[in-house]
């Protein structure tokens, strides 16, 4: 089945740091990658969507500065997390759209990380 | 609007009994709808998907949901629970085959010994 790799599993790290995240599938192409936000004991909030070669698309209310996404192919997304807060600790899961066949295929999910701020 | 409900927040069955967590949706279109699980500190797992086929769609580990139009309903069900099974449990829906999703709530199930 479609594999989605997300790293790091878990970050802590101080006030002011700069995170980056890493999003990959292993076994398919995908041209979409998602990312989204999950506060404690909430459902999934999208934040972006990520498209090969473009510019991410951004939800309201989601600082493109703040949460940066680069796409560069068709297998990896990247979201950085910069100048990170307390207040951006939480959870934090990628998914990846198979490329032209999502009717059988929906978003395929990673195992989320964990970012703490300290 | 789109949107979906899950109306119980917290389900809790004994081992060895069915499971029922309830899903509704609300679409001007016929949607694709989804079941996901996601233990502790995990990302989504699939369950099931139906697409417009069989209105009982068969998943993993034991669960099927039906989709019922005239009920705006896709609740999830299984004969008998296991304690493996404890986790938050997702319904999500969406108008374009998967591309798009609109995340239900979510229902978290406990499974006593």
């Known amino acids: 089945g479609a594999v989605v790799s997300q790293h790091p599993s878990r970050v802590i790290c101080k006030s002011g740091t700069s995170v980056k995240i890493e999003c990959r599938s292993l076994?398919?192409?995908?041209?979409?990658m998602f990312w989204y936000r999950q506060f404690p004991k909430q459902s999934l909030m999208l934040m972006a969507t990520?498209?090969?070669?473009?510019?991410?698309?951004?939800e309201q209310g989601v600082e493109k500065d703040k949460f940066l996404i680069n796409h560069a192919s068709l297998t990896l997304s990247t979201l950085t997390v910069t100048s990170a807060h307390p207040e951006d600790s939480s959870f934090y899961i990628c998914?990846?759209?198979?490329?032209?066949?999502?009717?059988?295929?929906?978003?395929?999910f990673g195992d989320g990380t964990r970012l703490s701020i300290l | 609007a789109q949107s979906v409900t899950q109306l119980d927040s917290h389900v809790s069955v004994s081992e060895g009994t069915p499971v029922l967590l309830r899903c509704n949706y609300s679409?001007?279109?016929?949607?694709?709808l989804f079941w996901y699980v996601q233990h502790p500190n995990k990302g989504l797992q699939l369950l099931l998907k139906?697409?417009?086929?069989?209105?009982l769609v068969k998943g993993i580990n034991g669960f099927e949901a039906e989709f019922k139009k005239s009920e705006t309903s896709f609740h999830l069900t299984k004969p008998s629970a296991h304690m493996s099974d404890a986790a938050e449990y997702f319904c999500?829906?969406?108008?374009?085959?998967?591309?798009?999703?609109?995340f239900g709530p979510g229902t978290r199930l406990s499974v006593l010994p």
């Open positions: 998914s990846a759209l198979p490329l032209g066949g999502f009717r059988n295929q929906p978003q395929h």
């Open positions: 076994d398919f192409q995908a041209t979409t």
């Open positions: 990520s498209n090969e070669g473009s510019k991410a698309t951004y």
């Open positions: 679409s001007s279109y016929s949607p694709s």
């Open positions: 139906y697409t417009s086929a069989a209105t």
């Open positions: 999500v829906m969406s108008e374009d085959y998967g591309q798009n999703f609109v």
